[in-house]
């Protein structure tokens, strides 16, 4: 299952993208999970454990992918640690959501800002637990409700 | 400083073109968007120059703020515009409000968190597109462009049975009196902190918001967060101050100049937020009439 922290968590990894560039590994690139994040993502196609071939930027190195294509590939290959998933935008969100369902394992995550998973499930349901108060949700008006006040002014870093 | 900045980077492959008007600019948004490509350009362009392979035009010095002893940093950099990437946690810190209060600089920041400490405008939140078009065919070039991110409906057309005002002194006095004669409930939140909690807290059908959109962009994803499950509108005028400026109420040929281009007149070093100009304007500017004004109370000629 998912699990979402909100707020300040000292021991998540905070600068996902340094991390990232100091700990990817080539077999991180054989995924099909990893090329159809780039693919939906960055529009690159994986050229090979090194490089990527972007719409924008041309044949890039993994190092210059997206931060948030980073933060996924990281949560999908160390699901042991917790990553500043605030480093995603929305159009990542339904990503790590699959991601928790491909693992058997719990994943969590931390997050400094509402994340929007609703967009591209068009209302269909999700689950998660929000760690802060462990209350499961299972659509976007429970998780509205219990997520807004553990991203108050006081819950900041 | 003070003014609207325009700022062209770019190399063989990416070129970004936009401007920057208040002293806080947050660059937030989907993933992939060049936000950190960006900043690494004008990095790039600060070390090495044009030898960097980076042109960048700007009427400023454009310089990147890394974590490494950004204090240390940051109190040699001045009438510059400041960028700064996401990953870096001391944009957060009290530390880091203090050491921008007062500052001669402009920053940009690329984050999506709520930096409580700083009064940033929803009007300054923004996201990066790319508006390479038809015309740009048979060039490599991909053409990019800062467009607001905060482009939010009015909301529900329904009357609202509860008033929530950010303000406690004279703009609640001022919307409280208004309401009454409509038989509306009006509230002070206590300060924009505390409107969601207001939201979520009190009871009624629909309800209507009214707070200073010069320093609420700290607030306003969580409040458009909450309008996907509850139903109110929203009124987001740069502050109470500046509503009744607009309002021409003083009839000032010098205000309606000053207002019809804000940026030219607030110094960034003076001014953290434009709230505060326009509250200092509005005092100075009706000192000794009979519409003189107070923050802390309501002119009944108000």
Redesign the interface.
């Known amino acids: 299952m998912l699990n979402i922290y909100f707020g300040n968590m000292p021991e998540a990894i905070?600068?996902?993208?340094?991390y990232f560039n100091h700990t990817y590994l080539d077999s991180w690139a054989e995924d099909k999970l990893t090329k159809a994040i780039l693919k939906d993502?960055?529009?690159a196609e994986v050229l090979g454990p090194q490089a990527v071939k972007s719409k924008?930027?041309?044949v890039i190195p993994m190092t210059k992918i997206?931060?948030?294509?980073k933060t996924l590939l990281l949560i999908d290959h160390m699901p042991e640690k917790v990553f500043n998933a605030?480093?995603?935008?929305?159009?990542?969100a339904k990503w790590i959501l699959k991601i928790a369902d491909l693992h058997k394992e719990d994943i969590t995550i931390n997050l400094?800002?509402?994340m929007?998973f609703?967009p591209e499930r068009k209302g269909k349901s999700f689950e998660f637990r929000i760690v802060n108060t462990g209350t499961i949700v299972h659509n976007?008006?429970e998780y509205?409700?219990a997520a807004?006040?553990l991203?108050?002014?006081e819950n900041?870093? | 400083m003070k003014g609207r900045h325009e700022i062209l980077v770019k190399d063989a492959r990416v070129q970004y073109k936009f401007a920057i008007e208040r002293n806080i600019t947050i660059l937030r948004g989907d993933s992939a968007t060049g936000k950190t490509t960006l900043i690494e350009m004008i990095g790039a362009f600060q070390r090495n120059g044009d030898q960097s392979g980076v042109a960048l035009k700007a009427d400023k010095p454009c310089v990147v703020l890394y974590e490494q002893n950004w204090e240390l940093v940051l109190g040699t950099i001045h009438d510059s515009i400041v960028f700064i990437d996401e990953g870096s946690p001391f944009i957060s810190s009290h530390d880091f409000a203090r050491a921008i209060r007062g500052s001669d600089n402009y920053y940009v920041i690329a984050t999506r968190h709520s930096l409580y400490d700083l009064p940033y405008s929803i009007k300054e939140i923004y996201g990066i597109r790319n508006t390479t078009r038809k015309r740009y065919q048979g060039t490599k070039r991909l053409y990019a462009e800062f467009f607001p991110l905060i482009d939010y409906e009015t909301g529900s057309s329904r009357n609202p049975d509860l008033v929530v005002v950010e303000d406690t002194n004279a703009g609640y006095e001022f919307f409280q009196h208004y309401f009454a004669r409509f038989h509306i409930r009006c509230i002070s939140a206590q300060g924009k902190s505390k409107i969601i909690k207001a939201l979520i807290e009190e009871e009624y059908n629909t309800a209507l918001v009214i707070a200073d959109g010069a320093a609420f962009g700290p607030v306003i994803e969580r409040l458009l967060g909450l309008r996907q499950v509850k139903d109110f509108s929203i009124f987001l005028p740069e502050s109470f101050e500046w509503l009744v400026m607009r309002s021409d109420v003083l009839n000032d040929n010098e205000i309606r100049t000053i207002l019809d281009a804000p940026s030219e007149h607030i110094a960034s070093e003076t001014y953290f937020s434009w709230e505060q100009f326009f509250t200092e304007m509005l005092i100075d500017r009706s000192r000794g009439t009979y519409l003189a004004y107070v923050k802390n109370r309501l002119n009944k000629t108000t």
């Open positions: 905070y600068d996902t993208a340094s993502i960055d529009k924008a930027l041309g997206s931060g948030g294509a605030s480093t995603s935008g929305d159009n990542c400094h800002h509402l929007n609703d976007m008006k509205v409700l807004l006040p991203l108050g002014e900041s870093g």
